[in-house]
């Protein structure tokens, strides 16, 4: 059977599993972002909390993916066979890009920028949310869309521990011996991972302001 | 020394107007008394028991070298920093006393670079303080067409331009317009020139020197330029290693005897055969 014969016959069942795969990435994202940008904003004034948070995730980027999932698997509540473990591995994998970025861009402001809004009279609250964030935004989605091609891709082997997704062709197809198989999972996959990275880069350029 | 001496004439001086302990002089806006700043780590103060007045209306120029402590001064007197000794009145209230937003918001502040927000428009930027302040748009708006014709910009032409679509000199423009954003009467300038080619700054100085004339705020201006200081000055106050040094009037400035002075007059005659 061809590539693409397996394609066309097997179009609906590819369809779901492209969409619990989008679905298994939008979920980690959101957590990811949701934890990562008010982590990094909070890390900003406090150096000894920030080489902790910085160490931590960086330590979670380089454990092998199949590994973490293994790793997570007798973990109670959070662990277990399921999408719940995949999620949870996704989201500590996507942390660091975000929380680094969120750190760069909020403390590489032009220091004369920020003295200015100190002395105009600016709170430190409003320095935040209309002078730092603002034009930190553009450096965050890079780490944010760094984060969403790096968690698409881990996607995939979440289907080892039973998570579903594009991965579960590509495990299927392994163990068959079919290159059609494999591609019908990591064709999709990839293609996902460019349409994201191009979205959002749109979405960065116009956002950036210098 | 004349730094010290004029110190001992204004101390007089409030001795015979008020009795009590430290009256602010009746058209003295700025007062720092026996004021020291030092910084951890620092054996030298950067700025060492100084006092000194600025009266109303009045262009005081704060001339010195790099570390002189010049510009240490400016953020004593908006509260950036805190004296460790002594006391910095502004307005009468020492600014300890003062909430740093209100004193900051009552106080203009132009720095070299201009320090402009890059994500605002050129209308953002000069309507920053009074949007802060809750101004109604139509007030806001005709208050930014005002400051930016005040600063020889046409708003139909700059108003909606981002920072970086100006030229240094337009930029530095900006700043002034939006440090006069919410009409203070006091106004503080570091280096406000300082980053632009010379004739650009030449220009901007002579119309900045009419302007400050026309507009009557209290101003403290940075320089590290004896001729800027000379154009713009009401009174130069020369500072060295954190300490008044002299304290004139620009006339009587360069006959001053203080090697200090020297040293700067000496650096008006740069080009030889060439007098200034």
Redesign the interface.
Known sequence: MTPWTFFITHRAEIFDATLEHVELVLIAMLIAILIAVPLGMFIVQRPALRTFALGVASVFQTIPSLALFGFLIPIPFIGGIGRRTAIVALVLYALLPILRNTYVGLTSI?P??L?????????ST?ILFR?RL??ALGIILAGIRTATVITIGVATIAAAIGAGGLGTFIFRGVAMVSDAVILAGAVPAALLAILADLTLALIERRLR?? | MIGARCGKATMTRVNITDASSSPPMPDAIIQLQTVTYSVKGRIQPLVTDLSLSVNSAETLVLLGRSGSGKTTLLRLI?R?LLPSHGTVLVDGKATSDWD????????G?V?????????FTVAENVG??PK?ENWDAARLNSRVAELLHLVGLEPSEFAQR?P?QLSGGQRQRVGVA?AL?ADPPIL?MDEPFGALDPVTRAELQHEFSELSHRLGKTIVFVTHDLREALLLASRIVLLEKGRIVADSKPQDFLRIEHPEVKAFTASLQTVPGVSP
Do not use: C, K
């Not at chain 1, 003295?115 to 709170?123: C, F, I, N, R, S």
């Open positions: 032009d004369a920028v003295e200015a809004a100190e002395a105009m009279g600016m709170t409003q002078v603002p034009l302001v210098h | 908006n950036m740093p937003i209100r004193l900051r918001r009552h106080i502040y720095i070299q670079e201009a320090g402009l927000f890059p994500h920053l303080v802060l981002r970086a939006r954003g503080l």
